[in-house]
């Protein structure tokens, strides 16, 4: 019989042009990542819980955090890293991820997937690992600009809730970063411009004295890049915060946008709810596109 | 039979008069003006050219004209267009905005309100009159047009966002005596559109809201229209800051701040984002259940 060699290598070969098309995975930290995270509190392992249970679309434990690349059939050289929410307790990782990637892929955009290390609820500050995740990823992509077809000035960080949290630190604290830089991974450049959805954090919790203001210490730097904000207006106090930021780029003049909906909620994603914040995707490409992001230079 | 092109001839003349908006004066006496008013006669200002926008001025006979939509969901929304209470641009914030309305069902009622201001202090005194009378005649005249009285917005751009802040937020303010055939003892707007309002900030600081825009519980929804590159008196921060006492209170309220398109854009073409501001406002009033009959 000879027919069955034959199915194999046919086998072989639809499988081989399959992963040709698959997304690769690279990992963050080849050699591990700078610091380990501690151990879960029971407080935790019980709100994780409440979420319902993990899965490939609603992953936790993350200790090894990697990118995954979804690259556009015409690559236009932009690029965006997306940080999927959760509250730093898990990923919310189709709707506020693969998806994502996905659409992006529709505009020509690369979309970076960035799994970052999860649950940090019980670190000092929850940002600090996913943070320098995030770091580590836009100093990888900006290292493979050519390799990818990408434009190493054109590279975006989107993030929802938590990651839109993250988002925000990537792009607007100047301090030292807390892990040793590798010149071979690393690049000291913060993302060009950020999409932070649903996001929150940068505001004092305690407003005794008086309305909402931003936590002690924070600002929003001269330099910061460009964004677009997008939150629903029953959205607890993240629209609040939304346009305090919109303000601060104001007073700067840097180029913002900023879409509140009147109905949404919070967590939607890439989920088709029938509300206009729905088509929220839209809207950011268009911003994308008017910003210049999406055009070859 | 030479009679039948004739007939198709006619009837199409009668149907075009019938589609023919309506125009209606608020102040069939005479509007309220200020002791020793001169009236000079109203004028147009033609486009210079295709980047010009049409003028008018010397606006002493303020009227609505009520643009009806083939098919009315029962919605009306007061059109007044923008101008810095100088001039009226009436038609790219104006006309062309009540027959973009209609498309979606909704009633477009063009406000040709006061101009130029006739006290520099107080330019939006008249314009308010002007706009208090023209949501209680849309509400007298519901019935007849297919409107429902709780379903009237007002929608105005720049200067005239100022004014459909203020007809807003100072409904039932009055500054001349009503007339109970002619306005409604609450003249407050069923929501309110306003498309890169000016002068809602302090001169010396645009991050500061005049002390009149002041939000109360009895404010109607809002949806905030406005380019970020947008300066000075019409600054965006504006729009951000009115949003934040709408959110304050928790009432219903919506803000697109685009981040380019400069000011005056209203119904140009111009391939930003924000030309498809009218759209999401679309958007917005059928979220909110307006489009329905």
Request: hydrophobic share 40%; net charge neutral; with cysteine.
């Amino acid at each position: 019989m000879k027919i069955i060699p034959i199915l194999i290598a046919l086998a072989l070969s639809v499988s081989a042009s399959l992963h040709a098309a698959e997304p690769i995975t690279l990992k963050l930290w080849p050699d591990g990542p700078p610091t380990a995270r501690a151990p879960k509190s029971e407080a935790t392992i019980k709100q994780i819980q409440s979420y319902g249970p993990i899965t490939p679309t609603h992953v936790s434990d993350v200790s090894d955090p990697t990118i995954t690349i979804f690259r556009p059939e015409k690559p236009n050289g932009a690029s965006v890293v997306v940080a999927p929410g959760g509250g730093y307790m898990f990923l919310s990782y189709a709707s506020e991820g693969t998806q994502v990637c996905e659409w992006l892929n529709t505009l020509g955009v690369t979309a970076v997937l960035l799994k970052y290390r999860t649950p940090t609820r019980d670190e000092k500050e929850a940002f600090t690992m996913p943070v320098q995740d995030a770091q580590r990823a836009i100093g990888i992509v900006r290292h493979h600009a050519a390799e990818w077809s990408l434009d190493p000035k054109r590279v975006g960080l989107l993030g929802f809730s938590a990651g839109g949290n993250l988002t925000g630190h990537a792009a607007w604290d100047r301090g030292e970063r807390t892990y040793l830089q590798k010149p071979e991974l690393d690049d000291v450049r913060g993302p060009d411009f950020i999409v932070f959805v649903y996001g929150g954090g940068f505001l004092d919790k305690d407003t005794r004295d008086g309305g909402p203001k931003f936590r002690a210490g924070f600002s929003v730097p001269a330099d910061a890049p460009p964004a677009f904000f997008v939150v629903a207006h029953d959205d607890k106090s993240n629209p609040i915060e939304a346009t305090m930021l919109y303000l601060e780029y104001k007073k700067h003049g840097i180029p913002a946008e900023l879409h509140i909906m009147t109905k949404g909620g919070h967590g939607f994603g890439m989920r088709a709810a029938g509300n206009p914040i729905n088509a929220w995707p839209a809207r950011c490409g268009e911003w994308m596109n008017a910003m210049g992001f999406l055009t070859p230079r | 039979m030479k009679l039948l092109p004739l007939l198709a001839c006619i009837s199409t003349i009668a149907s075009l008069h019938a589609a023919e908006p309506i125009t209606l004066k608020l102040w069939p006496q005479g509007a309220p003006e200020p002791a020793g008013f001169k009236v000079e006669a109203e004028k147009e200002i033609p486009k210079k050219n295709d980047a010009d926008v049409k003028r008018v001025t010397n606006v002493s006979e303020p009227t609505i004209t009520i643009y009806k939509a083939e098919k009315p969901n029962g919605t009306a929304v007061i059109v007044a267009p923008g101008g810095g209470y100088g001039i009226l641009a009436i038609e790219h914030e104006g006309t062309q905005v009540c027959e973009y309305l209609n498309t979606i069902g909704v009633t477009g009622v063009l406000l040709k309100y006061r101009v130029p201001a006739r006290d520099k202090t107080e330019p939006s005194k008249q314009p308010l009159q002007d706009a208090q009378r023209a949501i209680g005649l849309v509400r007298h005249h519901a019935a007849e047009w297919g409107v429902k009285p709780d379903r009237v917005g007002i929608l105005g751009f720049s200067a005239g966002g100022h004014l459909t802040v203020m007809a807003t937020l100072h409904a039932n303010d009055r500054t001349y005596t009503t007339d109970a055939a002619l306005d409604v003892a609450d003249a407050t707007p069923n929501f309110s559109i306003p498309v890169y309002p000016a002068y809602l900030v302090t001169k010396e600081d645009t991050f500061v809201l005049k002390p009149e825009i002041k939000v109360t519980e009895k404010a109607p929804p809002m949806c905030l229209v406005h380019a970020g590159d947008d300066k000075g008196q019409t600054s965006s921060s504006g729009s951000a800051l009115l949003y934040l006492e709408y959110k304050k209170l928790n009432l219903p309220a919506e803000l697109h701040i685009y981040a380019k398109g400069g000011h005056g854009f209203g119904m140009r073409k111009s391939g930003l984002p924000t030309a498809d501001w009218l759209v999401r406002v679309g958007e917005w009033m059928g979220s909110m259940g307006w489009l329905a009959p």
